[in-house]
């Protein structure tokens, strides 16, 4: 799906700057081109500086996305959601990130969940880092409570799974 997103913008490289932003952060186009967050406004000028590209280049992505009906959709439907990976220790919360030895291979969710819940551990949050963002895409797994040693070790006996952190 990214590489479709990235293809409409396949001769604007500014453009995808500024589209990648929007896609990673959950950012959304409302009908009068403004960058939202629900109903929070977000700043053409201050997209421009993450992005490391003018304002013009951000109207410019705006009016491309309500243009396109796939993108319009996208971009006005996407949403951010509270990543608790930061803050579950202070929650009690327990925090394990697998990483795979191929992001796409199938079932890698399932047999990790499987195992989190045959050690009666309850999954509060499952967030997957998407391969087309980062080069080394890893599954974070937010529990119920702080994770005990031999669930990283069944984990580690998955064939897909290349390692284990946890917090």
Do not use: C
């Not at 453009?15 to 990648?20: A, D, I």
Request: a negative charge; hydrophobic letters at 45%; proline letters at 4%.
């Amino acid at each position: 799906m990214w590489q479709i997103l990235l293809q409409k913008f396949e001769k604007h490289p500014a453009q995808q700057k500024v589209l990648r932003i929007l896609f990673e952060r959950g950012f959304q186009v409302n009908n009068d081109g403004k960058v939202v967050s629900g109903s929070i406004e977000i700043a053409h000028t201050q997209l421009a500086r993450e992005a490391g590209v003018d304002r013009r280049v951000v109207d410019a992505t705006t009016d491309t996305i309500l243009a396109d009906e796939l993108l319009k959709n996208i971009f006005q439907n996407v949403r951010s959601i509270p990543f608790l990976r930061d803050v579950a220790p202070q929650l009690g919360l327990g925090v394990l990130i697998i990483t795979p030895d191929d992001a796409a291979n199938v079932g890698i969710l399932a047999d990790v969940s499987r195992v989190v819940s045959e050690n009666g551990l309850s999954i509060r949050q499952a967030v997957s880092d998407d391969p087309y963002f980062t080069d080394e895409a890893r599954l974070t797994i937010i529990t119920d409570s702080k994770i005990p040693g031999g669930v990283v070790d069944k984990i580690l006996e998955i064939n897909s799974v290349k390692g284990v952190s946890i917090y």
